[in-house]
Every structure is written in C-alpha cells, then in structure tokens.
C-alpha cells in the first residue's frame, strides 16, 4: 500500500517545496486571491491537454496531434459560432451546436489515429505525426492563417465565468480528471490500457480485444482536445491555427512528472494533477518574479531530465534490492 | 535482376516522384527546365543534409527533434564570429566551428540518453526546449546580418553555369555539390563501414547488440554526434544562402525532416532506412511542394498536402509489410 502510494508522497513533498521556494522569493503576495484565481484560470487548459496526452502514454504510445486537434476543432467551432452568430450577443442554440460540431471533428481524429495505430499497425509516434500536419494544415486551409474571433457571451462563459467563485475551466478541468480517474481506476477499460501497456502480446492472449482498446484510448484523447478547444477558443475569444504550439512538451513533461511511465502501463490521474499543480506554480511565480519565458521554457527541459534521472535512479536501486 | 529492383521499396518512391512530375510537368512545363531542377536541388540542399542525419539517428532506433535548436546554435555561434572576426576567417574554419559544436551538443544528447536510459524522443524533446530557451535568453532573439563580403561571395560559385532566355545565370550551386558529398558520406558509412553495419544492428535489437559485444556507448556518441555535425553544417548553409541568421528561422524544420526520412522508407523502430530512400523522401516533399508552387496552388494548401502524403504512404508501407508477412504464414503452413 505505501508503496503504490509513495510516488504520490514524493510529489506532494516536492509541491511543498516548491510553494516554499516562491514564497521566499516572492513573499506572501504570491498567495493573493488574485494571483491563485488567475492560475487556476490559466491550469485547465493545459490540465485537460495533459490528461489527452497521458492516456495514450499509458498504452506505451504518444499523440503529438493533441495541439493540431484542439485548434482545428475549435476553429470549426469558431468558424459555426461567427457565421451563425455574427453580432455575438447571446446565442445559446448556436453555441451548443458549434460545441457539438468540434466534439465530431475531434472525435474523428482521434478515431483516425485509433485506426492507424490499432488497425494498420502503424507506430503511434508516426501515425500521430502523420494526422498532426494533415490537421494542422486544415487548419490553416480553413483560417488562411487569420484569427478568427467574437463569440457569444455563452462560449465567453465556458472559460472566463466562475461559479461559487470558482473559475469554470478548473470545474470543467475537475470533471475530466475524475471521469478519466474513474475510467482508468473502476471500469474494465482501464484495467485493459493498464494491462496493454504492460505487455501487449499477453493482453491479446489473455481474450482482450487489443484493437478495440486502442480504438477508445485514442477516441477519448480526441474527445479531451475538443473540451480544451472550448476552454481555450473562449478564454482568448478567438482561434488560429497555431495557437498553443509550446503546449507539447509541457503535456509530455506533467505526465511523466506525474509518474506516467514513457514506456507504458504505470500512472495515475491523481500524480498527474499534482504535477501539473507544481508546474503551475513554478510558471506563475517565476513570472511574478519577472524571469524570461524563455528561461521557463530551458527550465521546463531541465526539469523534464531531472524527473527522468531520479526515476531511472529509483529504478536501479528497486532492481538491486529485488535481486538481493 | 529486374524484378529485385521494382519490388524494393525505393523504386516505389520513385515511381510517385515519376508520376508528380509528369503531372506537373504537362501543366507547366517550366517544371522540367533544368534551371527549375537546379533550383529545386539548391533550395533542398538545407533538409537534404539534415535528413542524412535523420537517417541514421532513426537506423539506430533512436529520433532527435532537438537538431534544429543545435543548428540555431551553431548557426549563431558561426554569425556573432563572422561579424566580430569576419575578416580573419575564412569557409573553412566556419563549416569546423559549426561541425565541432554541432557535435559536442549531438554528443550532449547521447550521453543523456544513454546514461539515464531516457526514451530518445523525450530526451531530445527536452534538450530542444534547454538549447533554444537559453539560446534566446542570451541573444534575446536578435537577427544577425551584414557578413562579410567573402561569405556572400562563395555561395554565389557553380560548378558550371549557363544563361536562361531573360540573361539570368544560373547553374549547379557549391552548395548542391557539398549535399552530394554528404549523400555519399552516408552512404559509405553506412554501406561500407562496420561502423554502418552495427548502427543497423543496434536499431534491430539493442539487447542482441550488446550480446553480440557492440559498444553501445561508442554507437550512440556516433550516431547523436553525426546528427548535430549535419546541423552544424546546415545551420552554415542556412546562413549561407539567406545571409541571416534568426532564431525562429529553423522551428518546425524537424517534423519536415523525419517525414521525408520516413516517407524515404526507414521505420521509426530502427533497423531499416537508405540513404537513397531518404534522398528520394527528400525530393519527393520538394518536388511536391515545387510543384504545388508551379501549378498556382495556394502555400495555404502546402501542409495538408503533405501530410496528406505522409499518411497515405505510410498506410501503404503498413499494407505492404502486412501482405509480405501474410505470405510468409502461407508458405511456412504449406
């Protein structure tokens, strides 16, 4: 039982080092209500990306067309949204049809990666590329490049209100975590992505449906890029065809802070939540303490190594103590 | 004799390259002037040479998206040289500076993944983002422009040259030849060299090459260090034929790259790739995108195109490996 859960231990103790580390450097401000409502404004999007990557690392593979999927799908909804809602006031039936129009366009895509991957038994990391410049391209066929911006108040909602004082996109951002949670914890689909990215030969042998499980795993980090689309098109009121690029790496960087392995099979959403918490903060109070956004982006490389090297450490020693 | 040739996965790419053309060409014929040809070479010259790199970083099972950020690097390294010592430098000692710091970063990037045993797409994935974040911090994302006249002068040489209709010059660039060089480079490291042989070795199984007595360590230091002197000396050319050095000129270059490797015919699972393939990968995008420009279609419509491309080929490749293996089971049932 500690064992399972000391990976969460260490992440929790890493978070309160962190949070240690800004407030010495940048006093209690860092605490403000200000400051913690605009991280958590700023977590979600990332949050859900995340959780879109880490299932598909799960099953020992990768989807680099995360970041190509969201903006596409948000820019059909964007695209429904200002043609059928030019003065942007409020439109209730036209902003649920745009939503439901890049659920679709999302889910297609992670069905066309499911396919390549389950069906013609292509490597996910070629296929994902593949699907990623297509769709990327789309994109930019669809926007010539252009912004496209001015939704009704009901999309503006999705990622700037707040309920209860709570922001929206972290309710929303809450909701994925727990049903991927549930999925991956309580249902037999989990037990199967688990068990896949273990050992693929002995999960076929065993009488799971191999491709199947792949076909839902790449469908529902699909669907995850439609939610971040509708946070994200929102809370910039606007989309473009390369908006987020720098997400990729941060997505792969929580997961595997979050003790997703690279290699498959071992991970929880709970780890993942917390890393992307102590990414948050190192973000925000780096900024407030006026480093460089490119300083974050080498730091976030560190980092990613860093968390790569101690693994691998713990790794060895678990190895050795086995073997004695 | 014939049939080896038309079943090979090469004479595939060519045949598609064969047929674009042919439709590009009966819609403008512009397309098969030799000017156009020589352009085309020239303008590729820059992903010619990183994918050589790409090829045999992929042979080996491995991938590295962090080439671009070492060719900024070296590339601005090279620049911040030529506009402070520009006159007492000449090509040669800037193709060695580049080669040599492209290679130690290539080295840096080897030694992580093989140490620590991080998946290569992770780690490079990482030393890109390490690489190109202090890169802009130190230059805080300047241009670099106005070298010295001799910099400009020799990409201006051709091997030989002619006059088109308008009395414009053109001919087959210096920099073309230097691609030439490195497209045989790869070929006989690879083909020649048991250097090549345990690279291809090490991408079928690691755990078989090691038994087998490899020097992993030694292979890796190759195989990462070769892809940062191909950025080194890419990131020369880039100056060279743009005469600028920016910070964002490269970003997105890699995906170009492995896709025409891939499209080439290595497979990302390592073992499988040549240097012919991956130089027909190489003209197939260019002659795609050549052609995309000579017919009027909008740059817009370039990247779907492309990918486009790559996943039907690539599905083509899985189809194809499927048939050969289901032949294979009923030869061995009989």
């Known amino acids: 039982m500690f064992r399972k859960n000391s990976e969460i231990l260490v992440l929790i103790l890493v978070l309160a080092g962190v949070l240690g580390l800004m407030l010495a450097l940048n006093g209690p401000s860092f605490f403000k209500l200000g400051n913690v409502q605009s991280m958590s404004f700023q977590m979600p999007e990332l949050g859900v990306l995340s959780l879109a990557m880490m299932i598909t690392m799960l099953t020992s593979g990768i989807n680099l067309s995360i970041i190509a999927s969201t903006n596409l799908s948000g820019i059909v909804m964007a695209l429904i949204m200002t043609k059928l809602a030019p003065d942007a006031g409020s439109a209730p039936g036209v902003v649920l049809l745009a939503l439901l129009a890049g659920v679709l366009v999302s889910a297609v895509i992670g069905l066309l990666n499911g396919w390549l991957i389950a069906y013609l038994d292509i490597s996910p990391i070629l296929a994902t590329l593949g699907t990623m410049i297509t769709v990327s391209g789309l994109a930019i066929v669809f926007t010539r490049g252009y912004v496209i911006s001015g939704f009704p108040k009901e999309m503006l909602f999705i990622g700037n209100g707040m309920i209860l004082g709570i922001p929206v996109p972290l309710l929303i951002f809450l909701a994925c975590a727990g049903i991927l949670a549930l999925i991956l914890g309580r249902m037999p689909l989990g037990t199967r992505i688990y068990l896949y990215g273990s050992n693929p030969t002995a999960t076929f042998y065993s009488g799971v449906n191999n491709k199947a499980v792949l076909m839902r795993v790449y469908l529902i980090s699909g669907l995850l890029t439609s939610v971040t689309a509708m946070i994200m098109i929102s809370r910039f009121n606007s989309a473009k065809a390369d908006y987020g690029e720098s997400y990729l790496l941060l997505t792969i960087l929580a997961s595997v802070l979050g003790g997703v392995s690279a290699a498959g099979g071992f991970g929880r959403v709970s780890g993942l939540v917390v890393a992307l918490v102590i990414l948050q903060i190192i973000s925000s109070g780096l900024n407030l303490f006026g480093v460089s956004a490119f300083m974050t982006v080498a730091l976030w490389g560190i980092v990613l190594i860093f968390v790569m090297v101690v693994k691998h450490m713990l790794e060895q020693r678990a190895i050795r103590s086995v073997a004695r | ?334």
């Open chain 2, 1 to 334: 004799m014939i049939k080896k040739i038309t079943s090979r996965y090469e004479f595939l790419v060519f045949m598609v390259i064969l047929i674009f053309s042919i439709i590009i060409g009966l819609i403008n014929p512009n397309f098969f002037s030799l000017e156009n040809i020589l352009d085309i070479l020239q303008n590729n010259t820059l992903t010619g040479i990183f994918a050589i790199g790409m090829l045999i970083v992929v042979i080996s099972g491995g991938i590295d998206l962090s080439f671009t950020a070492i060719a900024t690097i070296t590339g601005y390294t090279v620049a911040v040289l030529l506009l402070s010592h520009g006159s007492q430098l000449n090509i040669f000692v800037v193709f060695l500076i580049a080669a040599v710091m492209g290679t130690i970063l290539g080295m840096v990037n080897a030694s992580i993944i093989y140490f620590f045993k991080i998946p290569p797409i992770i780690a490079t994935i990482a030393t890109q983002n390490i690489y190109y974040g202090l890169l802009v911090v130190i230059t805080q994302g300047k241009w670099l422009y106005g070298f010295p006249s001799w910099f400009g002068a020799f990409v201006k040489i051709k091997i030989f040259s002619l006059v088109n209709a308008n009395d414009v010059k053109y001919g087959l660039s210096i920099v073309t030849v230097i691609w030439f060089a490195f497209i045989f480079l790869g070929w006989f490291i690879l083909r020649k060299t048991v250097l090549g042989r345990s690279i291809y070795a090490l991408g079928g199984s690691e755990a078989s090459a090691q038994r087998a007595g490899f020097n992993i360590l030694r292979l890796q230091l190759f195989v990462y260090g070769f892809m940062g002197l191909m950025a080194g000396i890419g990131s020369v050319i880039q100056a060279l034929l743009v005469q600028t050095v920016a910070p964002n000129s490269l970003v997105g270059k890699e995906l170009d790259v492995i896709a025409a490797v891939v499209l080439g015919g290595a497979s990302l699972t390592g073992g499988v790739g040549t240097v012919l393939g991956t130089v027909l990968g190489v003209l197939l995008l260019a002659v795609m995108s050549n052609g995309l420009t000579l017919m009027h279609v909008p740059s817009y419509w370039y990247k779907v195109v492309t990918g486009f491309v790559i996943l039907v080929s690539v599905a083509a490749g899985a189809w194809r490996k499927r048939a050969i293996s289901n032949k294979k089971v009923i030869i061995e049932a009989e």
